[in-house]
């Protein structure tokens, strides 16, 4: 099993970018799949997608989950970025809709990759 992230970097203040997940070795289309970071305040979910999306009150309105199940590839689009998104960002899958904003409810994690926002 591999989830491997790739899009992170250096953006402005209300910047943009672009998170890819690609997975392998598991069915990716019955996992739930979701975003994590790890801040200097903590390790906290940021938006996760199954069927529908949901996010956290920290980015909604800013950031966009989503996946594509032919290329088993989850995207977090994150738009007007604010210094606060600075973290490392990490992709994981689990099955089933339930706990998702609980770390250990998922079975497998990417090795994360590092925004900055920074001006």
């Known amino acids: 099993v591999q989830l491997v992230e790739s899009g992170g970097g250096l953006a402005q203040p209300g910047g943009s970018l672009r998170l890819s997940c690609a997975a392998s070795?598991?069915?990716?289309?019955?996992?739930?799949m979701s975003w994590f970071r790890r801040t200097p305040k903590g390790f906290e979910w940021v938006s996760g997608i199954y069927f529908d999306a949901k996010y956290a009150d920290s980015v909604k309105g800013r950031f966009t989950i989503s996946r594509d199940n032919t290329m088993d590839t989850v995207y977090l689009q994150m738009n007007n970025l604010t210094p606060d998104d600075t973290a490392v960002y990490y992709c994981?899958?689990?099955?089933?809709?339930?706990?998702?904003?609980?770390?250990?409810?998922?079975?497998?994690w990417g090795q994360g990759t590092r925004v900055t926002v920074s001006s």
């Open positions: 994981a899958a689990k099955n089933g809709w339930d706990s998702l904003h609980s770390p250990r409810a998922y079975n497998f």
């Open positions: 070795g598991f069915s990716f289309n019955t996992y739930a």
